[in-house]
């Protein structure tokens, strides 16, 4: 097998966490295989699925778990070392982001049927326009403010917002 060592790799399992265990996440150039489709790939963590999709690899995640209560909140902790070089890497050259920043979040849907996932597209654009997506019922997101750089581990604790009008039923 041909696979990446861990300093390679993009999410890894860290030995020193806040409380046991942490994961480190990276942001890597792809390399010559990925440039076709990205320059760079992110280090997420996420539930769900993952199923390598060559002609759509933003279609490759397939967020969601089936929880039996909606959520009230996200908590954890954090560090954060921005990237040494900054690179827009979009199809048109353009980005609303002037630096390296990080974002965590969460989003809570209903499921129509067990192979309904939320797909790596959604670009919270739900925020403004919640008819865009109407399963999506309610999110957990890190304020724009509270995305420091630091090398202390950071509580976080974010309540999710209900779109209005929608409910778990």
């Known amino acids: 097998q041909n696979r990446p060592d861990k300093d390679h790799m993009i999410t890894t399992i ?3 966490g806040k409380i046991g265990q942490g994961v480190r996440l990276e942001t890597q150039k792809t390399g010559k295989m990925g440039q ?4 760079i790939a992110a280090g997420n963590l996420f539930t769900g699925k993952f199923e390598t999709n060559i002609t759509k690899p933003e279609e490759s995640p397939r967020f969601g778990t089936n929880w039996e209560k909606a959520p009230t909140k996200l908590t954890g902790y954090f560090k954060y070392k921005k990237g040494e070089k900054f690179e827009i ?3 048109d050259g353009q980005s609303n982001l002037t630096e390296d920043t990080f974002d965590i979040y969460a989003i809570y849907f209903k499921k129509d049927s067990p192979n ?3 797909k790596a597209t959604h670009d919270f654009r739900f925020i403004d326009n919640p008819q865009d997506d109407p399963r999506i019922l309610s ?16 509580y976080f604790e974010l309540p999710f ?3 209005a009008g929608r409910a778990y039923n």
């Open 14 to 16: 860290e030995p020193q």
């Open 36 to 39: 076709a489709f990205a320059a």
């Open 89 to 91: 890497h979009s199809k």
């Open 116 to 118: 309904d996932y939320l």
């Open 139 to 154: 999110y957990a997101r890190i304020k724009p403010e509270d995305r420091i750089e630091t090398e202390q581990w950071t």
């Open 161 to 163: 917002i209900t779109i």
